[in-house]
């Protein structure tokens, strides 16, 4: 199971958000490639970069970033999610480097989109669901849909996604824990890989998903836990690799 550390991009600085509110951010960086070097020193084989203006303007904002991210470390996988909502946007991130895109709200607002762009660039797409409740959430979890997450997860599933990005919300930058629960419910309902986030706080939520890892939780996205220092991602990573059941 991959630990993937999440770089979340405002105004070209790296933060975190409590809760998914812009207003509600910690800067932990300025540098948000020095940041990139930092998680890939300390053990990282995939990066989860998130453009949150994007998500809430519906269009990339610090896309720059994300290119010299991509171009100066070509040799690890990124996942790169927030405001791609047209074929050019992902088209432009792949030319630089990046391995997957995450569509949210758009897959959520236009599910046709998805089984379009499965067939555009196969084994590229990653679909990002956000809920709460059990609901899913849109445009930087500003607004509420009346979908639920297993239901659109299968049919993306069927578009051909690579893999869901499953975060709960309401313990998102919030150090409460991981809903195992949740996360396990959702990928017990598909075949395709999950990609666990929202809350995770120590090096027992690591291995209490490594515990369930076997539903096809490929892995787990950390993001205040590691600035903060609650897990140490090295650690963590080190737990995954060797976890047996």
Same mark, same amino acid.
């Given at each position: ?12 600085q ?29 053990g ?9 203006n994007?998500?809430?303007?519906? +269009?990339?904002v $610090? ?6 991210i &991509?171009q100066?470390?070509p040799?690890?996988? %990124?996942?790169? *999610? #927030?405001?791609i ?9 792949l ?9 949210g ?13 499965c ?23 500003s ?9 659109m ?9 690579e ?12 150090? +409460?824990?991981? $809903?195992?629960?949740s996360?396990?419910t959702l &990928? ?5 890989p999950v %990609?666990?986030? *929202? #809350?995770?706080t ?24 590691i ?7 090295t ?7 060797g976890?047996?059941?």
């Amino acid at each position: 199971m991959l630990v993937i550390p999440a770089i979340d991009l405002k105004d070209g600085q790296c933060v975190r958000l409590r809760q998914g509110r812009m207003e509600d951010d910690t800067v932990f960086s300025s540098d948000p490639v020095a940041m990139a070097e930092r998680w890939i020193k300390a053990g990282a084989r995939r990066l989860h970069i998130v453009d949150l203006n994007g998500a809430f303007t519906g +269009q990339p904002v $610090n896309a720059s970033v994300i290119h010299e991210i &991509a171009q100066t470390y070509p040799d690890i996988p %990124i996942q790169v *999610g #927030g405001g791609i909502r047209d074929e050019d946007t992902i088209q432009t991130y792949l030319d630089v480097g990046v391995n997957y895109v995450i569509i949210g709200t758009k897959a959520v607002q236009s599910p046709h989109f998805i089984a379009d762009i499965c067939r555009e660039f196969p084994g590229h797409i990653i679909v990002g669901l956000d809920a709460r409740e059990g609901k899913l959430a849109t445009e930087g979890w500003s607004k509420l849909s009346r979908h639920s997450a297993i239901e659109m997860a299968q049919q993306f599933e069927q578009d051909g996604v690579e893999a869901i990005v499953f975060t709960d919300i309401s313990r998102d930058g919030m150090l +409460q824990g991981l $809903n195992i629960d949740s996360t396990v419910t959702l &990928a017990r309902s598909i075949k395709i890989p999950v %990609i666990a986030a *929202g #809350g995770i706080t120590t090096i027992d939520d690591i291995r209490a998903l490594c515990e369930v890892a076997e539903q096809d939780i490929m892995g787990v996205i950390t993001g205040r836990a590691i600035y903060e220092g609650t897990l140490d991602f090295t650690q963590a990573q080190k737990l995954a690799d060797g976890f047996v059941m």
